[in-house]
C-alpha cells in the first residue's frame, strides 16, 4: 500500500469517526445543585409572582373579599385541614380512587388499542366511537351513572373509566400506527404472531405514544372523579376532595373553595412530576431522545 493510500485511509477513518461523534449523543454531567434550580426555580419563581399579585388585588378591594380572599385566609385554611388530619383522609379517598379506577381502565384499553390499530373491521366499527368518547366530556356521564348504580361507589368508577379508557387506547392506536411497517415484518419473518408481536414488538416500539396516552388517560379519569365526587355526593361515596370543594360551595365559604383547588392541584402536579415525568424521561432517553425540558 502506497503512502498516500495510507493516508486517504486515515483521513476517510477521520470523517467516519467525525460523523459517529455527530451521531452519538453528548452526555454533559450537569452538577445537582444547577439541575435543582432549572427544575424547582422557574415554577416558585411563577408561584410567588402569583401570590404577589393575588395580594395586590386583594388589598386594592377592586371585589369583596367573599369573591377574592386573602392568601392569608386560604393559607390558613389549608393549615387547618392538616391540622386536624382530615387531610389524609381526603386525600386517600380520592387518590385511592382514582388510581384503582386508572389501573383498571389501563387493563380495558390496552387489548382494546391492540384490537383497534391492528384489526380493520374493529377500527372502522369503533374507532371514530372512541375518538367520540374522548371529546364527550366526563360530567355529562353523572347523572346517567347516578341513575343507574345509585350514590355507590360503581357510579364514581364507571364515570373514571368512561373519562380514561378512550384516552388510553388511542394512544396506544397513535403509537401503533407510527411503527415502521419493518418491525412487524421482521417479527413475522422471526416467529413473532399474534400475543407474542403485541408483547415483544408493538408495544416496546410503541411505547412513547402509549405513555403519552396514559398521561392523557390519568388527567382525564382525575377530572372525571373530581366531577363525580363534586355531584354525587352522598355518605356511602365518603368525603373525597371533590366532596370538601362542594362543601366550600354549600356553605360560601371561598378560602375553603380555593384550599380544595390547591390541593386537587398539587395532587395533579405531584403524579406528573413523580410517577409520568420519569417514566417518560428514561423511556426517550432510552431511545436516544429528550423530552426537551
Keep these: 500500500m502506497s503512502e498516500d493510500d495510507g493516508r486517504a485511509l486515515e483521513d476517510a477513518a477521520a470523517a467516519v469517526a467525525g460523523l459517529d461523534a455527530l451521531d452519538t449523543p453528548s452526555a454533559q454531567k450537569v452538577p445537582w445543585w444547577r439541575r435543582a434550580l432549572s427544575v424547582w426555580l ?14 395586590i388585588v386583594w388589598a386594592s378591594a377592586i371585589t369583596s373579599e367573599y369573591k377574592i380572599p386573602a392568601p392569608a385566609a386560604v393559607w390558613a385554611q389549608v393549615t387547618e385541614v392538616f391540622t386536624d388530619g382530615r387531610v389524609w383522609s381526603i386525600l386517600w379517598t380520592s387518590i385511592s380512587r382514582a388510581f384503582l379506577g386508572f389501573f383498571i381502565a389501563l387493563l380495558i384499553a390496552t387489548p382494546l388499542g391492540l384490537l383497534v390499530a391492528k384489526v380493520k ?12 368518547l374522548q371529546s364527550l366530556p366526563s360530567v355529562a356521564w353523572v347523572p346517567a351513572a347516578v341513575l343507574w348504580f345509585g350514590l355507590t361507589d360503581a357510579t364514581i368508577y364507571f364515570v373514571v373509566l368512561l373519562g380514561s379508557i378512550p384516552s388510553i387506547a388511542n394512544g396506544l392506536v397513535a403509537g401503533i400506527d407510527q411503527i415502521p411497517p419493518i418491525l412487524p415484518r421482521v417479527g413475522q419473518v422471526l416467529g413473532a404472531r399474534g400475543l407474542t408481536s403485541a408483547r415483544h414488538i408493538l408495544l416496546p416500539a410503541a411505547l412513547p405514544g402509549f405513555i403519552a396516552g396514559c398521561k392523557q388517560g390519568w388527567a382525564f379519569s382525575w377530572r ?3 366531577a363525580a365526587e363534586i355531584i354525587a355526593a352522598g355518605p356511602l361515596l365518603g368525603f373525597g376532595l371533590g366532596a370538601f370543594l362542594k362543601e366550600g360551595s354549600d356553605f360560601n365559604d371561598m378560602p375553603k373553595v380555593i384550599a380544595a383547588i390547591f390541593l386537587i392541584l398539587v395532587v395533579g402536579i405531584g403524579i406528573e412530576l413523580l410517577i409520568f ?10 431511545r436516544g431522545l429528550s423530552l426537551g425540558r
Aim: glycine content about 6%; overall charge positive; hydrophobic content about 55%.
Design 42 to 55: 422557574p415554577p416558585t419563581v411563577a408561584l410567588v409572582l402569583f401570590i404577589v399579585v393575588w395580594q
Design 121 to 132: 373491521v374493529v377500527r372502522s366499527a369503533i374507532g371514530p366511537l372512541l375518538s367520540g
Design 224 to 226: 372525571s372523579l373530581m
Design 277 to 286: 415525568r420519569p417514566i417518560e424521561r428514561r423511556v426517550l432517553r432510552a
